[in-house]
């Protein structure tokens, strides 16, 4: 008697699962106890320095994914001016924004996993986008990948 499909993709799932359990060291990193060391480079939500920006508004025009948004500030002693303000809602992390600044105001940092209970708080206007995404509230213990040749690709003390 052949059995139904569904229960031979429940068997198949389950059999699955029970090879894990027994399976040499595991494949995934413990996220979030355990993060992964990040290239030098790498493209994390990016944070701008009020302090080097000239008001050019090449930030906002680049921006593939309209992202950034210029406002009107107020600065003490000194005519209105315009500094970016961004949405990491938007945010594709291409970079385009950090190479075409002028100035060097923008760089990326290493953050990339900031969450919130709301899409709106995700909306940084200049001020917070020069504080930056906050940080983790607490230290990860940071893995490295490397190639196994039994296990294929897995994760080591960094
Ligand atoms: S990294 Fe790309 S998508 Fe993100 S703000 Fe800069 S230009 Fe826009
Ligand atoms: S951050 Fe850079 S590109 Fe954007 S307005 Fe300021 S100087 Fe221009």
Known sequence: MELPKRVVHHIEALLTGAKYLVAKP???VMYPEEAQ???EGYRGMPKFNREKCRSCSLCAR???ANA???Y????EGEKKKKYPGINYNRCIFCGFCVDICPAGALEFTDIHDYASYSLEDLVFKPD?????PPPRPFKPKLVKPM???EVGLK???G
């Open 147 to 149: 190639l196994d040749e």
């Open 128 to 132: 917070r986008f020069a504080e930056g």
């Open 72 to 75: 009107t500030v107020e600065v």
């Open 155 to 157: 994760y080591v003390p």
């Open 68 to 70: 950034i948004k210029m």
């Open 26 to 28: 595991r494949m995934t």
């Open 37 to 39: 060391i990040l290239p």
């Open 62 to 64: 680049i921006c593939p």
